[in-house]
């Protein structure tokens, strides 16, 4: 089985004696990596990866915050890290309003934090593990890494099935009373997750942190990455119950977090950046209403987040085209700088485009070019 991504070689392999097919598990060789938006373009007024763009909320003025950050040239960086990060994770604890900073797990990123709690809960080939498409892609990429089995259970986009928000379609944020029937079901004995990597940009209350001193079978993965705009230090987070974060800890590798990064998370969970990520937060809401009303058609979500999952029409059936849209999405990144992210592959999403809420200058920009290729296509 050839190696996904690299090239055929006649290039003789030496030792002769060794195949290196032959030495990676065959799950592993029939991997297909997530494919990150950063993959397809680079340039341009990059609206496909559902990054904060008003930037991070660190303000540049607080002498405190400044003595943090010019601090990191002066620590010992031949040194490795605090393993354990606690005040990094007692800001995190008093900012969602958990008891203590045992009740919080810094992960490089959330796929750190996903791939960790699989290895630990989950046994390889015996074991599977449940997702409701549309969804992360990294999910089925580690279930496969890890040599688990998959069951994918389709939110039902229609409203029908009991996930239905506005418009008739699916929502981005979860009732917490739909996670507590999960939670209570008695013959479920596994532990189940609830992805917050959007949930600064959902209502107040809409977080499921509040049923974590209540169910010790509940994680609640958040992260640094959205809402404050630190998607280049990859901080992901983990809330739970003392025990499963303590062996989240005991599994992890050594010194996860770097000090660079640990330094712009504490600057960034200080009270007055934290003030700042809230309006930034409400700015974007306010965005993402304005691009939806602009667009002038439905889109697929409840809106609880930074960005909008926007069908694209056949002109003459009316109904999602793949076609079209993934036709909209080349020419808007290959001839008008504006680079949105197909997702017309995705479970319930045919013929959709998912557009990042950008800066009202970045907005006005996609909604002309969007016009654009409309008429093109």
Do not use: W
Request: hydrophobic residues 40%.
């Amino acid at each position: 089985m050839p190696i996904l991504g690299l090239a055929p070689s006649t290039t003789p392999i030496k030792p002769a004696h060794f195949d290196i097919e032959r030495v990676i598990r065959p799950n592993i060789l029939a991997l297909h990596p997530y494919r990150c938006a950063r993959d397809d373009y680079q340039d341009g007024i990059l609206l496909d990866a559902n990054e904060n763009a008003l930037g991070h909320s660190i303000p540049r003025s607080f002498n405190q915050i400044q003595q943090e950050l010019s601090s990191t040239l002066d620590a010992a960086l031949n040194r490795y890290p605090d393993p354990s990060h606690d005040e990094i994770k007692s800001r995190i604890a008093s900012l969602r309003s958990l008891p203590g900073k045992d009740h919080v797990f810094l992960g490089v990123g959330s796929d750190e934090v996903i791939d960790l709690l699989m290895r630990i809960c989950v046994a390889p080939v015996n074991e599977k593990i449940l997702i409701t498409p549309p969804t992360y892609g990294m999910y089925s990429v580690c279930a496969q890494v890890n040599d688990i089995g998959i069951v994918r259970c389709n939110l039902n986009l229609s409203g029908s099935g009991g996930e239905g928000g506005e418009h008739g379609r699916f929502s981005l944020l979860i009732d917490n009373a739909a996670i507590k029937s999960i939670l209570d079901y008695e013959p479920f004995k596994g532990i189940v997750v609830v992805d917050e990597a959007y949930i600064d940009f959902a209502g107040e209350g809409a977080s499921a942190v509040s049923l974590i001193k209540d169910y010790a079978n509940l994680c609640v993965m958040q992260t640094l990455s959205k809402s404050f705009g630190l998607a280049a230090i990859r901080l992901g987070i983990a809330l739970a119950q003392p025990p499963l974060i303590q062996v989240l800890t005991n599994t992890k590798a050594p010194y996860n977090i770097s000090t660079p990064s640990a330094q712009l998370a504490l600057a960034a969970l200080s009270e007055e950046a934290v003030q700042n990520m809230r309006l930034k937060c409400e700015t974007l809401v306010e965005s993402r209403r304005q691009l939806q009303k602009s667009l002038e058609r439905d889109v697929i979500g409840g809106n609880d987040a930074n960005f909008l999952v926007v069908p694209i029409l056949n002109k003459e059936t009316r109904l999602p085209d793949n076609i079209r849209a993934n036709a909209l999405y080349t020419e808007l990144a290959e001839n008008k700088g504006v680079v949105v992210r197909f997702r017309g592959k995705e479970a319930g999403c045919d013929g959709c485009l998912r557009i990042t809420v950008g800066s009202a200058e970045e907005n006005g920009t996609l909604l002309r070019q969007l016009q654009s290729a409309l008429n093109d296509y």
